[in-house]
T-cell receptor
Framework: EAGVAQSPRYKIIEKRQSVAFWCNPI?????LYWYQQILGQGPKLLIQ????????DSQLPKDRFSAERLKGVDSTLKIQPAKLEDSAVYLC?????????????FGNGTRLTVT | QQQVKQSPQSLIVQKGGISIINCAYE??????FPWYQQFPGKGPALLIA?????SEKKEGRFTISFNKSAKQFSLHIMDSQPGDSATYFC???????????FGTGTRLTVIP
């Protein structure tokens, strides 16, 4: 079973620039998550999709962050404009179902550095 | 506000020893408590999980102990090995949702 694929692996941008991350979940997984992991902290949920609908985006800074999951498969997360505090690893995860206990499978993340 | 509090921040254990990581939560709506293991440059991977209807779950060298009344749970790694050196995160999710609230992580180093 192929894992969750994310690209790029690393990205360095200047503040106020825009950036986009891409995620391809495990085939057949209906639920997709974007987490932000700041250095030395645990991952924090940004947004959760069920198929192509948003389940939870309460922690997403909507003035600068946006995400979409077209056709219920791949997803992109965009930041525009970026701030210094956005420097973090952005993790994509997927699960077979949205039910509690359905294991989350994480990708290896995109490390973003904002200078 | 940190929904799940984790300690210690770092832990050094001799090979063959027992590693113990503790977590506490306040939200009584949480009803699923997984532990994730993360190696440098990798995403977290599910290690073991427990529901509050049992007090202990064991899988190989890994055991979760759960105290519902104290709202605490812990991970015990028996016979710790250098390959166990990683960052461990406890997490919790509430009924009806599968979004996880993670602790701040414990960096475990097992010395040969």
């Amino acid at each position: 079973e192929a894992g969750v694929a994310q690209s790029p692996r690393y990205k360095i941008i200047e503040k106020r620039q825009s950036v986009a991350f891409w995620c391809n979940p495990i085939s057949g997984h209906a639920t997709l998550y974007w987490y932000q992991q700041i250095l030395g902290q645990g991952p924090k949920l940004l947004i959760q999709f069920q198929n192509n609908g948003v389940v939870d985006d309460s922690q997403l800074p909507k003035d600068r962050f946006s995400a979409e999951r077209l056709k219920g498969v791949d997803s992109t997360l965009k930041i525009q404009p970026a701030k210094l505090e956005d420097s973090a690893v952005y993790l994509c995860a997927s699960s077979l179902m949205s039910a509690v206990g359905s294991p989350l499978h994480f990708g290896n993340g995109t490390r973003l550095t904002v200078t | 506000q940190q929904q799940v509090k984790q300690s210690p921040q770092s832990l050094i254990v001799q090979k063959g020893g027992i590693s113990i990581i503790n977590c506490a939560y306040e939200n009584t709506a949480f009803d699923y408590f997984p532990w994730y293991q993360q190696f440098p440059g990798k995403g977290p991977a599910l290690l073991i999980a427990i529901r509050p209807d049992v007090s202990e779950k064991k899988e190989g060298r890994f055991t979760i102990s759960f105290n519902k009344s104290a709202k605490q749970f812990s991970l015990h790694i028996m016979d710790s090995q250098p390959g166990d050196s990683a960052t461990y995160f406890c997490a919790a999710s509430r009924s009806g949702a599968n979004n996880l609230f993670f602790g701040t992580g414990t960096r475990l180093t097992v010395i040969p």
